[in-house]
């Protein structure tokens, strides 16, 4: 056994995100200075994955509901976008570089998820190849630089799982989500609307089709919102939107179901919302984004 520490290196720095540490501090410390801390402490968050000139705004809200003081822990669960993958994988590496430090992935939790049989191991290929865990790593470090050497990452990559699957790993994972020293990220953009992206629903009655967009997603937000992991699903089906986390949102909800049935009382709320780009026309392609926080009573 080599004890040579495996670093999955920032390979989206450069083109998604700045590559250079102050500049990166300083975009993220302006973008969270526009956003209110209103549902602090969170539990969990859902953010944006693109790049940072798109999302990054958005963003802020989520990372604003971060108490740097009590998390010890940071998971980060994101959809896989280049392999097939039907179950969850874990990263080979021991420490994820970003442009403003490096973080440590906890070997203890990842051993432990290890030993339940359900999860893969990732090649570093794959891991550095996708982007949904890394571009939230800049803005957990950012988040959490007051702490700095005081927590650890659990990045897990989410694939495409059954309902099933989606209450397992939310069953499985709930233990975790129920530790006030834990965050719990969860990677996802909303509507892929366009050609390029195979989807275009337009609902007319909603005026212009950024319009209608807009009102898809609100409906999604609105039932994640609640909670229900079979309303979310029910949505998915009847609707089809393109949003890419909807598997690391469904694992969520699952392990929040799971806590409710011993009567922990938890909230979600979205903060923010935004898109790419206004689509008036076919022609035209956006991607949207969304940022909330759950919180335990």
């Known amino acids: ?10 390979s989206h720095a450069g083109s998604w995100y700045s590559a250079s540490g102050s500049q990166l501090n300083a975009q993220l410390e302006g973008w969270l200075s526009q956003a209110q801390s209103t549902i602090r402490p ?8 693109a790049g940072y000139t798109y999302c990054g705004a958005c963003a802020a809200h989520a990372y604003k509901q971060v108490d740097p003081s009590i998390t010890r822990r940071v998971f980060i669960l994101g959809p896989s976008h280049h392999v097939p993958l039907s179950r969850c994988a874990l990263s080979p590496a021991d420490v994820y570089r970003t442009p403003l430090y490096d973080l440590r992935i906890d070997q203890k939790v990842y051993a432990d ?7 893969e191991r990732m090649t570093l290929q794959t891991d550095e190849d996708e982007h949904s865990i890394e571009m939230h790593l800049p803005y957990t470090a950012k988040a959490m630089e007051s702490h700095k050497d005081e927590f650890s990452i659990v990045p897990v990559l989410v694939g495409a799982l059954s309902e099933s699957k989606e209450q397992e790993y939310g069953k499985l994972l709930s233990k975790y989500l129920a530790d ?21 629903y337009y609902d007319e009655s909603q005026g212009e089709i ?11 937000m609105g039932i994640i919102e609640q909670l229900d992991p079979m309303s979310f699903t029910n949505y998915l089906k009847k609707y089809r939107n393109t949003i890419c986390g909807r598997h690391p949102i469904g694992v969520l909800l699952n392990a929040v179901a799971e806590l409710r049935k011993s009567g922990l009382e938890m909230n979600f709320t979205f903060l923010n919302y935004a898109q790419s780009s206004e689509c008036r026309n076919w022609q035209d392609s956006s991607v949207s984004y969304a940022a909330g926080a759950l919180i335990v009573h």
């Open 1 to 10: 056994m080599s004890n040579r520490v495996v670093c999955r290196e920032a």
């Open 210 to 220: 950024y319009r209608s967009i807009e009102h898809l997603d609100k409906m999604g």
């Open 42 to 49: 969170a539990r969990a968050i859902i953010a944006p994955h």
């Open 113 to 119: 998820l290890w030993k339940t049989g359900l999860f």
């Open 180 to 200: 006030p020293s834990n965050l719990f990220i969860i990677s996802s953009d909303f509507c892929h609307w366009g050609q390029r992206f195979r989807y275009t």
